[in-house]
């Protein structure tokens, strides 16, 4: 029998956790604008995992790639339920860089 | 450099995992009236997956099968458990013509049958009467 599903399986459950923990604190902190920097760098990690030699890594890089790309497009329903008072509202958020011309973006919301 | 497909096959098999097991409970947990059906589907087919990624000694294959099977493992509590949560406390819309949505509907204050994230953030911290409209119907 091979485990390896198993293992990266439950390894990539923990990333997924972890991804409830980022979006809601770094929404509450940053805002929901950094969605273009965290879908480049979960794009960057599946791009890398393609080159890493080792199986653990690959999945591991690919499986984290994955959850931030998700992660980008729940940052925008997270910044709502803030303001609805679901979550702590924090209104003083560190805008990102070209933040002028990311607010003319939809932000990408499924 | 030879490409190693296992990220691939993992990245894929997460974010789709997530995305379609996102829309389906919402989709699912609002149309049935016996959520535990589904949410029983969910396991065993996650279960399932989790059989069918040991056996095979595709590690690109193992992965996702092993994946999706724990996102469906995850949609089984989220079904049954996590999502009338969010009904009941209006933090999902409640179909009125579901009578197992009714009867929240009837028992809890707080439910409401308007979709309050189906919409663009605002900057700042509703009211409470802002939220009393917007659950009246009102954008």
């Not at chain 1, 293992?7 to 997924?16: A, D, G, P, S």
């Not at chain 2, 049935?32 to 069918?52: D, K």
């Not at chain 2, 707080?110 to 911290?125: K, Q, S, Y």
Request: aromatic share 12%; net charge positive; glycine share 10%.
């Amino acid at each position: 029998m091979n485990f390896f599903g198993i293992w990266i399986c439950l390894v990539t459950l923990f990333v997924i956790g972890m991804g409830f923990v980022w979006v809601i604190r770094g929404e509450r902190f940053f805002g929901y604008l950094w969605w273009p920097y965290v879908m480049t760098l979960g794009i960057l990690c599946i791009v890398g995992s393609l080159f890493a030699a080792n199986n653990w890594v690959s999945a591991l890089c690919g499986a984290v790639g994955g959850s931030l790309i998700w992660g980008a497009t729940e940052l925008k329903e997270q910044a709502v339920r803030g303001e609805l008072g679901w979550y702590p509202f924090n209104g003083r958020k560190i805008d990102p860089p070209l933040v002028k011309i990311i607010k003319k973006w939809k932000a990408p919301s499924l | 450099m030879d490409i190693n497909w296992v990220g691939l096959s993992a990245a894929l098999a997460t974010f789709l995992g997530i995305w379609i097991g996102h829309v389906s409970v919402r989709k699912i947990e609002r149309e049935v009236v016996n959520v535990w059906i589904p949410a029983g589907i969910a396991l065993l087919a996650g279960f399932g997956l989790w059989l069918a990624s040991t056996l095979t000694s595709n590690l690109p294959l193992s992965a996702a099968s092993g994946i999706v099977g724990v996102t469906l493992l995850w949609d089984a509590l989220e079904i049954a458990i996590r999502q009338p949560a969010r009904v009941k406390h209006g933090h999902a819309p409640a179909n009125p013509n579901n009578p197992r949505h009714r009867q929240i509907l009837a028992d809890y204050p707080e439910a409401t049958t308007v979709d309050l994230l189906d919409r663009d953030p605002i900057g700042r911290a509703y009211s409470a009467e802002e939220i009393a409209a917007l659950k009246a119907g009102g954008r």
